[in-house]
């Protein structure tokens, strides 16, 4: 069983940086995916970025140039670096893993692609 714990959410100024962190246990995959998503209250899920097994990254086009997703696998840690952040950023964001990869964004950054999930944690941007 994977389990997925993410850190680091809370609440910064439009243009502020947060790093979110997601420890991971129990990841057995030789081949994964492990991607950020994030979702509002009434709105769909949205792929935000993935980075595979072999490091390959796809990003969202609404981040592109201001988040920079990154793996530490001696800590099996994935993280996510916010940069210029904007209240439209403000969200419940969620790490999760999958069985698989390639970096088709299609794929990589479709929730359904992946099988365990973390519990969430809050970014709020403030105008």
């Known amino acids: 069983q994977v389990q997925l714990v993410e850190s680091g959410g809370g609440s910064v100024q439009s243009g502020g940086s947060l790093r979110l962190s997601c420890e991971t246990s129990g990841n057995r995959y030789t081949k994964h995916c492990m991607g950020w998503f994030r979702q509002i209250p009434g709105k769909e899920r949205e792929g935000v970025a993935s980075?595979?097994?072999?490091?390959?990254?796809t990003y969202a086009d609404s981040v592109k140039g201001r988040f920079t997703i990154s793996t530490d696998n001696a800590k099996g840690t994935l993280y996510l670096q916010m940069n210029s952040l904007r209240p439209k950023d403000a969200a419940m964001y969620y790490c999760?893993?999958?069985?698989?990869?390639?970096?088709?964004?299609?794929?990589?950054?479709?929730?359904?692609?992946?099988?365990?999930w973390g519990q969430g944690i809050q970014i709020t941007v403030s105008s």
């Open positions: 999760a893993v999958g069985p698989f990869a390639f970096s088709i964004a299609t794929m990589t950054l479709a929730g359904r692609s992946y099988t365990y």
């Open positions: 980075i595979d097994s072999a490091g390959r990254t």
